[in-house]
């Protein structure tokens, strides 16, 4: 069966470390979507990708950069993590705007 | 205003009783409307979609769509407590993308 799968699942890490968070998926979707979920804030869009070697920012990116160099994978990179990015991460992929967005189990981030 | 902007939570209902869930949005370009249910510590998952005007059943859900006045709905009939979780709506945004909403917590108690 088709899934997406992110790795780890919990990473505490220290303030100004450069984190990777991997998002692999396999229903080769060409659209691809990072969120982050905070209490109150819903989920919010950091990055997107609608194919190879595409990217786009959304609303929360400074930060934080994706790149897309195959279908399968949009790793999430925090250039340099703080405290304000200690968060709950999910990625997204889906088929077209009228279908399902498929979610990832998601990451919890701790940044110390 | 905010994109989208969700009942303020959390809702309780008894089991076996009607909840209702509400969504307004901003964007006039919205096409494509969902409803995803999240567990606590889950991640999101489908519930309903609905694209044009009016009622959607599935099963015990309703979603309903009125463009005119930026509002979708869910209705969930004889709630059960595994109901019990926070209801996310969304729409395809203008700039293409989804955009969810803040949620709403619903329990259900037995």
């Known amino acids: 069966d088709a899934e997406i799968t992110q790795s780890p699942r919990h990473k505490i890490t220290e303030t100004g470390r450069q984190v990777t968070l991997a998002c692999h998926q396999t229903w080769n979707h060409n659209n691809m979507f990072w969120y982050r979920q905070d209490l109150g804030h819903g989920l919010r869009l950091i990055h997107y990708?609608?194919?190879?070697?595409?990217?786009n920012k959304g609303e929360v990116s400074d930060g934080y950069s994706v790149s897309r160099s195959n279908t399968e994978d949009l790793p999430l990179t925090l250039e340099s993590a703080a405290s304000s990015q200690t968060s709950v991460y999910f990625c997204?992929?889906?088929?077209?705007?009228?279908?399902?967005?498929?979610f990832g189990q998601g990451t919890r981030l701790t940044v110390v | 205003q905010k994109e989208v902007e969700q009942n303020s939570g959390p809702l309780s209902v008894p089991e076996g009783a009607i909840a209702s869930l509400n969504c307004t949005y901003s964007d006039r370009v919205s096409q494509s409307f969902f409803w995803y249910r999240q567990y606590s510590g889950k991640s999101p998952e489908l519930i309903m979609s609905i694209y044009s005007n009016g009622d959607k059943e599935d099963g015990r859900f309703t979603a309903q769509l009125n463009k005119a006045s930026q509002y979708v709905s869910l209705l969930i009939r004889d709630s059960q407590p595994s109901d019990s979780a926070t209801y996310l709506c969304?729409?395809?945004?203008?700039?293409?993308?989804?955009?969810f909403g803040p949620g709403t917590r619903l329990s259900v108690l037995p």
């Open positions: 990708s609608y194919g190879v070697h595409d990217t």
């Open positions: 997204a992929s889906f088929e077209n705007f009228r279908t399902e967005a498929f």
């Open positions: 969304a729409f395809t945004g203008g700039g293409q993308n989804f955009v």
